[in-house]
């Protein structure tokens, strides 16, 4: 399965401190994309990284792309309480449909 | 989450009900998706759309049925409600000409009893 893993499943910070998300997958990608989700809501693309790209910024958040290792991270500074939601990482292959991780539960404590 | 827009928000309903989840989108997309997701878990896609008069099933399979007569709207469909459909739906759209991610709806969640 082309389905990517986030590491840890659930995360619980203090407000003011930064978290680290993990995201491996298995094939070759095109692209990969981080969400958020807010309980019981939709998801909300936060950032794409392309395959040839290494590292992004936007905002408070930075990601990493490690093609070799297959592998991407998702860095949150200064947390917030409104932080606190579930991360998804999403791996597309060309004109192929997203493939969604299984998550990571993020609780930023005030 | 704005310009993608699922209703109801919440469902609850007997079995054996036929039931429909609306989904429009206004960004005339060509993509659209329906995922279902339990509470705190991943996402599975069931239908997906590349165009009118395009439908597939997803990698789970689901007992529902999608339509895509008009670009804008992307109905789910449920013959014959049963508790094992109690879930979030989830409806998305992406636009294949700029690969720039999907933009999802707020979700519908069911519950049949």
């Known amino acids: 399965s082309q389905q990517g893993e986030e590491d840890p499943q659930a995360l619980s910070i203090q407000e003011g401190e930064n978290a680290t998300m993990n995201c491996s997958y298995k094939?070759?990608?095109?692209?990969l994309q981080w969400y958020r989700q807010n309980s019981g809501r939709g998801l909300v693309h936060l950032i794409l990284?392309?395959?040839?790209?290494r590292e992004k910024h936007s905002g408070r958040l930075r990601v990493t792309l490690d093609t070799s290792k297959k592998s991407s991270s998702l860095l949150i500074t200064a947390s917030r309480a409104a932080d606190t939601a579930s991360y998804f990482c999403a791996t597309g292959r060309g004109a192929n449909n997203l493939f969604f991780g299984t998550g990571t539960r993020l609780t930023v404590i005030p | 989450e704005a310009d993608i827009y699922q209703t109801p928000r919440y469902l609850v309903i007997g079995t054996g009900k036929k039931i429909t989840l609306e989904c429009s989108q206004t960004?005339?997309?060509?993509?659209m998706y329906w995922y279902q997701q339990d509470p705190g878990m991943e996402l599975h896609l069931i239908h997906y759309?590349?165009?009118?008069?395009?439908?597939e099933k997803g990698d789970l399979s689901s007992e529902s049925t999608v339509s895509r007569i008009r670009t804008e709207h992307f109905p789910l469909t449920l013959e014959s409600a049963r508790p094992s459909h109690t879930s979030q739906y989830l409806c998305?759209?992406?636009?294949?000409?700029?690969?720039?991610?999907?933009?999802f709806g707020s979700g519908t969640r069911l519950t049949v009893v």
């Open positions: 998305a759209s992406s636009d294949s000409d700029r690969n720039d991610g999907y933009t």
């Open positions: 759309s590349y165009g009118v008069n395009s439908t």
């Open positions: 960004m005339g997309h060509d993509k």
């Open positions: 990284i392309r395959s040839n790209e």
């Open positions: 094939t070759s990608i095109n692209n």
